[in-house]
């Protein structure tokens, strides 16, 4: 009967969403290309390609969890030499990153619209050996039916937030009977693993492995040096004190130009870095810059002019995927998503730098990291602007103290690196 209504609400649901897709599709882009796969449909060579050889399905909603898959595949293949992968995301941002990222032999693809009608079509195409789920996607037709034909279904560096937690206790006996079919499910914490057994989960499913994110986080010199060489073109140099934000939200950029134009009187060397969550809001980001009167150049539009003699005030990081290189030229990282916004995004790519990091309250989304980084006082956590503008003022005051933060935090990425090892070791071949 669960299933019955939730395939007849599904579609209900979906048709009323549509509107919002659709408007995210023309603010983001991307999302008209390969739009057709949403629903199935398969161009000839990408068919031919997934028939090659049997694939291990592994999917991945967005930016941060197609990072953890691209990991997971390189440690499986590490171990694993002879295996084929099909990788699946739902947005056009991850869907850029693995176009970049993923190997030659393997198939990259938009998530179909799970529909038993779909789902079963897609299955067919790429008759899986096995499929992997990042982190908390959970999606009943798809593990229903692949559990079905006999497809082992693992989850990775499973994660649930309260609120998750909260919306799925209340459909505890659809959860429970999707969770039964996937094993195992790997966590990162204790609290993900409680929550999961909470939801249904048989216990001898649920292992707790750490955070695979520890392990994601790798360094680019190449990137890195090519942001190195974007700060000399626009005349930061080497005595430049560095504030970035990373992530950012909508009401963060203005907190950060606000506190930016207060510092900057008692220290002229501070510079300021932007890059938004999303570049589709650059016209939001830029109308704030031009309020607060800071000049300002777009990290898209610096190949096509000279180096500058003056450095602007700020520069916006306006591209995707190139965030990670700017945390190796700042000395403050602000990660967002955390005072203005629920949530929070990762603090452990800045920290791998060896940075001083720094988050807002709402930093739900990372409940076996924070703990962490907090017992380790390998970053700060502030409660409000007030708090951040403060805390700011004083790692500027305190050059030892930002490096020492820095080196927390570095020594604690590294301490906690291994859960991708133990997670490909326990699905195993």
Same mark, same amino acid.
């Given at each position: ?14 048709? =009323? ?20 796969? +949403? ?32 990991? =997971? ?7 694993? #030499? ?33 529909? #038993? ?76 693993? /409680? ?60 907190? &950060?130009? +606000? ?27 830029? +109308? ?5 009167? &800071? ?26 995927? /190139?965030? +990670? ?13 955390? &005072? ?9 790519? #800045? ?15 990372? #409940? ?62």
């Amino acid at each position: 009967m669960l299933w019955f209504i939730y395939n007849l609400l599904f579609p209900v649901v979906f048709l =009323f969403m549509l509107p919002k897709f659709i408007s995210r599709m023309l603010k983001r882009g991307g999302y008209g290309q390969h739009f057709e796969q +949403r629903i199935g449909h398969f161009g000839h060579s990408t068919k031919e390609k997934l028939r090659e050889h049997r694939r291990i399905w592994v999917h991945a909603v967005s930016v941060g969890e197609i990072y953890v898959a691209l990991r =997971f595949i390189k440690a499986y293949r590490e171990k694993y #030499p002879e295996a084929y992968f099909a990788l699946s995301t739902t947005t056009s941002t991850a869907h850029r990153i693995g176009l970049k990222e993923i190997d030659e032999r393997d198939v990259l693809f938009y998530f179909p619209v799970d529909l #038993p009608v779909i789902i079963k079509k897609v299955l067919g195409i790429i008759n899986p050996q096995r499929i992997v789920l990042m982190e908390g996607e959970f999606w009943p037709n798809l593990i229903r039916l692949a559990d079905k034909q006999g497809i082992p279904i693992s989850l990775v560096n499973g994660r649930m937030s309260e609120k998750s937690y909260k919306g799925y206790k209340k459909l505890r006996s659809l959860t429970a009977d999707i969770l039964r079919r996937i094993d195992p499910i790997c966590v990162q914490g204790e609290l993900d693993a /409680e929550r999961m057994l909470g939801i249904g989960a048989p216990k001898e499913h649920v292992h707790m492995m750490g955070t695979v994110k520890f392990d994601v986080a790798e360094r680019d010199p190449v990137g890195e040096a090519v942001a190195g060489a974007v700060m000399c073109k626009i005349a930061v140099h080497e005595d430049a004190v560095v504030l970035l934000g990373g992530s950012t939200w909508p009401g963060e950029e203005d907190a &950060l130009c +606000r506190l930016y134009k207060k510092l900057r009187a008692d220290f002229p060397d501070l510079f300021m870095v932007l890059a938004p969550r999303h570049v589709e809001r650059a016209p939001e980001v830029i +109308r704030c810059l031009e309020q607060h009167g &800071l000049s300002f150049v777009r990290r898209s539009e610096i190949d096509t002019f000279p180096a500058l003699e003056k450095r602007p005030d700020v520069l916006f990081v306006d591209t995707t995927g /190139e965030l +990670r290189n700017f945390y190796s030229v700042a000395d403050i990282i602000f990660v967002g998503k955390s &005072l203005c916004e629920n949530g929070g995004q990762n603090p452990i790519e #800045p920290a791998m730098y060896g940075k001083a990091v720094l988050v807002g309250p709402n930093m739900e989304n990372f #409940p076996s990291v924070m703990p962490v980084f907090l017992k380790n006082k390998a970053l700060q956590q502030v409660e409000c602007f007030e708090a951040l503008e403060q805390t700011v003022e004083n790692l500027l005051r305190d050059p030892s103290e930002r490096t020492a933060l820095g080196e927390r935090a570095f020594r604690t990425v590294q301490e906690n690196r291994g859960a991708i090892a133990r997670t490909v070791e326990l699905i195993g071949d």
